[in-house]
């Protein structure tokens, strides 16, 4: 099976997300209204909505970068709970095409909430999320 996927660069790792669940990806502006509430930094605006911004190391407890010249920004779509939700990424993502033969299990992590696998594609190392869960932590807060 091949899948589209999107390599993003957060903190000291990438998440790997199918690109099906990407609705845009955009240069990063600031939030309007700052939160930093378990990961939430605060709401920015997207065709006329105003949208969760998520710092996925912030709210999974991971290490955070040092020096980030220019963050960028994903618009997910939203599985369960809300329509739209956006993350921060630490540069640019970038688009793979994965045959799953090729996608090795590196690690299971089931003492991490958020995160369900750490695999290997190539020579690139990335977390699996569970979409569920960061959702669930952007739907608690209310605008």
Same mark, same amino acid.
């Given at each position: 099976m091949?899948?589209?996927?999107?390599?993003?660069p957060i903190g000291s790792g990438q998440l =790997? =997300?199918?690109? %099906?669940?990407? %609705?845009?990806?955009? +240069?990063?502006?600031?939030?309007?209204e700052l939160i930093n509430n378990n990961g939430v930094l605060g709401f920015i605006d997207w065709r006329d909505?105003? =949208?969760?911004?998520?710092?996925?190391e912030d709210a999974l407890s991971l290490p955070t970068p040092y020096c980030v010249k220019k963050y960028h920004k994903l618009i997910l779509y939203g599985l369960d709970?809300?329509?739209f939700y956006a993350i921060r990424a630490t540069?640019?993502?970038?688009?793979?095409?994965?045959?799953?033969? $090729?996608?090795?299990?590196?690690?299971?992590?089931?003492? +991490? $909430?958020?995160?369900?696998?750490?695999?290997?594609?190539?020579?690139?190392e990335a977390w699996l999320p569970d979409l569920?869960?960061?959702e669930g932590i952007v739907s608690q807060i209310n605008k």
């Open positions: 091949i899948l589209r996927c999107i390599l993003i =790997l =997300l199918p690109s %099906a669940v990407i %609705a845009e990806i955009c +240069h990063y502006d600031e939030p309007k909505k105003e =949208l969760p911004l998520l710092s996925v709970t809300i329509e540069d640019m993502p970038r688009s793979l095409i994965v045959q799953s033969e $090729n996608l090795i299990e590196l690690e299971k992590i089931e003492s +991490h $909430n958020g995160l369900i696998y750490k695999v290997q594609y190539e020579s690139e569920s869960y960061l």
